[in-house]
């Protein structure tokens, strides 16, 4: 029989200097982990910052786009009326012209 005795550690011989060293290798990861995490959220944020100024842009776009079709059809009628100016100037200049003739 046994003498009663602490509990059994296993018999692996690691001596203080390399726990701390491996202590210290997790501290410093454990650092960098933390730091990537910042990072990573970072770049989420500014993901999400380029998707809602991406939104914006593509609204103002179609905004642009329907602004130049009005633009577009308010030209148009515009040219129509010119052309129908013309055309009563043209008539107006051949009613003068006749009646220099008459006179």
Do not use: H, M
Not at 14 to 19: D, G, L, N, Y
Not at 40 to 61: F, H, N, P, T, V
Not at 84 to 92: F, M, P, R, T, V
């Amino acid at each position: 029989s046994f003498p009663p005795s602490a509990p059994r550690t296993p018999s692996v011989n690691v001596s203080p200097a390399k726990i701390r060293q491996g202590e210290a290798r997790l501290r410093a990861n454990n650092a960098r982990v933390q730091e990537l995490e910042k990072q990573i959220a970072l770049e989420r944020q500014r993901d999400g910052d380029l998707q809602a100024q991406w939104s914006i842009l593509e609204l103002q776009y179609a905004g642009s786009q329907k602004e130049q079709r009005v633009c577009e059809e308010e030209l148009r009628v515009l040219r129509a009326r010119c052309d129908e100016y013309a055309a009563q100037l043209q008539a107006k200049r051949g009613e003068i012209e006749s009646q220099r003739r008459i006179v």
